[in-house]
């Protein structure tokens, strides 16, 4: 089978992408290179497909997805920050390149489009965990393009007979996130601090919680989205279904480097929302999936990966 992964240079695609490797299918990416690297991609650079171009890029996006069997589409501008500061360009990138990609799944006549939808589009829904059927409530820009890339991919299942499944993917963390970028993910963030000697930085007070999920749990629930049967026109949380807050992440921290940890609290940022967990019942019914690496094991694994990419040679 042959896959199509956009923006599979980045965090999240890089560790797809070996995977499907790993499995022996056949691969192609799909990359502009401005948030990815190819370094991502060493270890399988000569059994892939890179295709060097934007999904705002029809054309490119057409040439990539020739011959695929599926389609995952994961490249987005992707921090609520950024989105806050320029929608126009989160919007060009969110919604612009996913109805491109999606035109060009539609024309190549492929099995499958899965979408890397996000959480942030329940906003500040009080309720916990957030189930797929309440009522999105976006409160960003970056919030409301993800949650229009669902709504375009359930649209061409409608009116063109595409199948695809929407996965709302919760604060994902892991090896190969780049915590150098002021837009980067929040544990890559305060590892970096850590290994630098440096106060971690929280916006708020630290009790905010999020629901944060080894990428290895993230790549196996995507791959069973390209597959399983009954997925096609649904929207699947992807997270682990336990919170934790970040004063407690920090502890944990401390508990699995040694370090003494003192972090600068900052004003909380607008966009950001309160509480995240994810309701994964549907996820496990439809999909199969469970997810097989706790938080712990994932924030020790991804510090021992931070410490050598990122500590003193």
């Known amino acids: 089978m042959r896959h199509l992964v956009t923006g599979g240079a980045g965090f999240i695609g890089s560790n797809i992408v070996d995977e499907l490797v790993q499995r022996g299918h056949d691969v192609a990416v799909l990359d502009d290179l401005s948030t990815g690297k190819e370094a991502n991609l060493a270890g399988v650079r000569k059994k892939i497909d890179l295709h060097i171009g934007s999904v705002t890029d029809l054309a490119a996006a057409q040439s990539a997805c020739r011959g695929a069997d599926y389609v995952i589409h994961l490249a987005a501008r992707t921090s609520v920050p950024r989105s806050v500061e320029n929608p126009l360009d989160t919007n060009h990138v969110n919604i612009d390149g996913t109805l491109n990609v999606l035109v060009a799944a539609r024309d190549a ?33 970056y ?9 375009y991919a359930q649209v061409f299942g409608r009116v063109y007979g595409l199948e695809n499944a929407s996965l709302r993917y919760f604060n994902v963390f892991g090896p190969r996130q780049d915590p150098t970028s002021q837009y980067s993910g929040v544990l890559s963030r305060f590892m970096l601090a850590v290994i630098e000697g440096k106060p971690p930085v929280i916006f708020g007070d630290g009790e905010q919680s999020r629901d944060f999920t080894y990428v290895e749990n993230i790549v196996d629930e995507t791959l069973r989205a390209c ?13 682990t279904g336990v919170r934790i807050t970040l004063n407690e992440v920090l502890k944990l921290l401390e508990k699995i480097t040694g370090a003494k940890i003192s972090a600068k609290y900052d004003p909380p940022r607008s966009g950001d929302i309160l509480h995240s967990q994810a309701d994964i019942s549907l996820a496990r019914k439809v999909l199969g999936y469970e997810p097989r690496v706790g938080f712990e094991e994932g924030l020790r694994r991804t510090w021992e990966w931070y410490s050598a990419a990122f500590g003193k040679k």
């Open 109 to 141: 006549k492929v099995r499958r489009f899965v979408y890397a939808a996000s959480s942030s589009a329940y906003g500040e829904t009080p309720m916990l965990p957030k189930v797929e059927t309440m009522q999105p409530e976006p409160i960003s820009p």
């Open 143 to 151: 919030g409301v393009t993800k949650y229009v890339g669902e709504l």
């Open 227 to 239: 597959e399983a049967s009954g997925a096609s026109g649904k929207v699947f949380n992807g997270g």
